[in-house]
């Protein structure tokens, strides 16, 4: 044996021994942080309700599809997240589902766009369904009568390949969760949409990407709205001291993530369509509203 199979003998011991230590650790979390979530298609009594789904990212390329006529979204129901509450074509549109999961958006804050959006909310009139992780203060957002809030595990479970299978199929758990797309996309496979679209997801960071000449690490995320000053300083403050390969390992593991979903969806036998213009995700087929 040379030394190329030993060193790939090598590798594949650390991977197994590093796939057992990541299933501990998932079942530990999973026994003692997941919680069922009877609206997942399959785990509450709920059959699958077919349709189909676009989940609206916000990333730039969305403009273009809302100045567009929006005649791809007819008939379809709506998914939006984050700040998109803030912006008035989230009340042209009228989403059905929201998705919040950052730590920012929860308990008490004097963050002034998380008011905003907490006060947009409130103004929803019609039916809406806002998920947000077990274990968070919620209740900010529970005063509107139109807005449902339901929970979901926004836990990362990794390891063993029918350890995975069952905890994502099952609601248990998710791909690491790196942004919120990843558990809008599981979201939408738990309700057991047939089509997932996925819009507005550019994912373009590292064309952004910087360093300056202090060797701060500068990440512009664009967005179909424009930032305000007082979101622009949150998002450097949270960078502050982030390293680059800090930075690109986070990358890697959110487009990793859209891998697993890919085949969580293909056992599903659910189709999810990427129709962002120009988004580095590689994972899903590619089409057009």
Request: net charge neutral; glycine share 14%.
């Amino acid at each position: 044996m040379d030394m190329k199979d030993r060193r790939s003998v090598a590798e594949r011991v650390a991977d197994g021994l590093m796939r057992c230590v990541e299933s501990l650790v998932s079942v530990v979390k999973l026994l003692s942080r997941s919680r069922g979530c009877d609206w997942v298609c399959g785990g509450g009594g709920r059959g699958r309700c077919g349709g189909e789904l676009v989940v609206l990212g916000n990333g730039p390329s969305l403009r273009g599809l809302l100045d567009g006529g929006r005649g791809g979204l007819r008939g379809r129901d709506l998914l939006a997240v984050n700040f998109a509450g803030r912006t008035v074509e989230f009340f042209d549109l009228r989403p059905g589902l929201y998705v919040l999961a950052d730590p920012v958006f929860f308990g008490d804050t004097c963050d002034g766009n998380v008011l905003g959006l907490r006060e947009a909310l409130g103004r929803v009139d019609w039916d809406m369904r806002l998920f947000v992780p077990w274990g968070v203060d919620a209740s900010a957002y529970e005063g509107n009568g139109c807005v449902r809030v339901e929970r979901f595990n926004f836990l990362a479970v990794e390891g063993w390949g029918w350890l995975e299978r069952w905890a994502w199929g099952s609601g248990r758990g998710m791909p690491r969760p790196r942004n919120v797309l990843i558990p809008s996309l599981m979201i939408g496979l738990w309700l057991g949409y047939d089509v997932v679209y996925v819009a507005g997801a550019d994912h373009s960071w590292m064309r952004t990407l910087e360093v300056d000449e202090g060797n701060r690490v500068v990440s512009v995320q664009p967005h179909f709205y424009a930032d305000n000053e007082e979101e622009g300083r949150r998002v450097a403050e949270v960078y502050s001291g982030v390293r680059l390969h800090e930075v690109v390992y986070s990358f890697y593991l959110a487009f990793k993530g859209y891998h697993a979903i890919r085949r969580l969806a293909d056992r599903m036998g659910i189709r999810v369509v990427n129709v962002t213009a120009g988004s580095f995700i590689d994972a899903f087929e590619r089409g057009r509203l």
